[in-house]
T-cell receptor
Framework: GQQLNQSPQSMFIQEGEDVSMNCTSS?????WLWYKQDPGEGPVLLIA?????ELTSNGRLTAQFGITRKDSFLNISASIPSDVGIYFC????????????FGEGTQLTVNP | GAVVSQHPSRVICKSGTSVKIECRSL??????MFWYRQFPKQSLMLMAT?????????EQGVEKDKFLINHASLTLSTLTVTSAHPEDSSFYIC?????????????FGPGTRLTVL
C-alpha cells in the first residue's frame, strides 16, 4: 500500500525562527494536504494542494506540491508560540479513491 | 472551513458495554464520512469509509462486527463500539467530505476519547 515518510519527527525552535517539514511518498499522489492537530483535538486543515508544482500560502504557512508528485513540504515563517502542535501531511493517490494516507506527524515545539 | 461535530467528546465505560459515537456535518452535506482511530503519539489510522445509504467499507484488520457504522443521512454517521474492552481505549475521530462541492476536502471532528475500564 501507499506509504508516507514525514520528517522530521520533532522540532524544537525559538520563537521567530522559520520551520520546514516535508513528506515523501512511495507512489504518485494527486492531492497533498497539511493538517495541524492540537492535543485532544481533531486535525485542522491548513493547506490543500492539487497540482504538481503548486505553491500555496495561508498566512505564515506555505506548502508546495512537488513536481514529481511524490513529495510535499510545509514551511512556517516567523514562528510564534501558538504554532506548537503536531503537523500531519496527508495524501491521496490515483487508486485510493477518497481515502487519505497520513504521515507520522511532526511535533513542533516553539520556545518563547 | 466546514464544521464537523462529534458527541460525546469523552466517554468512560465498563468492559463489555457498547458505546455509540455520533459524527455530524453542521454546514454541509457529507456524501462520505470516515472514522479514524489514534493512539497516543501516533498518526491517524483509517478504520472505515462510509457513504450515505450504503454499507461501510472497512480497512484490513478492522472488525466490522465490533465497530458498527451507520451513515443514515447526509449529515450524520455513527460508530458503535460493541462489547468494548480496554484495548479499544483510544481517540476516535471522524471526518466528512462534501464531494458535491467539487474538490471538497476532509474536515475532521474534535474527536472522542474512549476509556474502557
Amino acid at each position: 500500500g501507499q506509504q508516507l515518510n514525514q520528517s522530521p519527527q520533532s522540532m524544537f525552535i525559538q520563537e521567530g525562527e522559520d520551520v520546514s517539514m516535508n513528506c515523501t511518498s512511495s507512489s504518485i499522489f494527486n492531492t497533498w494536504l497539511w493538517y495541524k492537530q492540537d492535543p485532544g483535538e481533531g486535525p485542522v486543515l491548513l493547506i490543500a494542494l492539487y497540482k504538481a508544482g503548486e505553491l500555496t500560502s495561508n498566512g505564515r504557512l506555505t506548502a508546495q506540491f512537488g513536481i514529481t508528485r511524490k513529495d510535499s513540504f510545509l514551511n512556517i515563517s516567523a514562528s510564534i508560540p501558538s504554532d506548537v502542535g503536531i503537523y500531519f501531511c496527508a495524501g491521496r493517490g490515483e487508486t485510493s479513491g477518497s481515502r487519505l494516507t497520513f504521515g507520522e506527524g511532526t511535533q513542533l515545539t516553539v520556545n518563547p | 472551513g466546514a464544521v464537523v461535530s462529534q458527541h460525546p467528546s469523552r466517554v468512560i465505560c465498563k468492559s463489555g458495554t457498547s458505546v455509540k459515537i455520533e459524527c455530524r456535518s453542521l454546514d454541509f452535506q457529507a456524501t462520505t464520512m470516515f472514522w479514524y482511530r489514534q493512539f497516543p503519539k501516533q498518526s491517524l489510522m483509517l478504520m472505515a469509509t462510509s457513504n450515505e445509504g450504503s454499507k461501510a467499507t472497512y480497512e484490513q484488520g478492522v472488525e466490522k462486527d465490533k465497530f458498527l457504522i451507520n451513515h443514515a443521512s447526509l449529515t450524520l454517521s455513527t460508530l458503535t463500539v460493541t462489547s468494548a474492552h480496554p484495548e479499544d481505549s483510544s481517540f476516535y475521530i471522524c471526518s466528512a467530505r462534501d464531494l458535491a462541492g467539487g474538490l471538497g476536502e476532509q474536515f475532521f471532528g474534535p474527536g472522542t476519547r474512549l476509556t474502557v475500564l
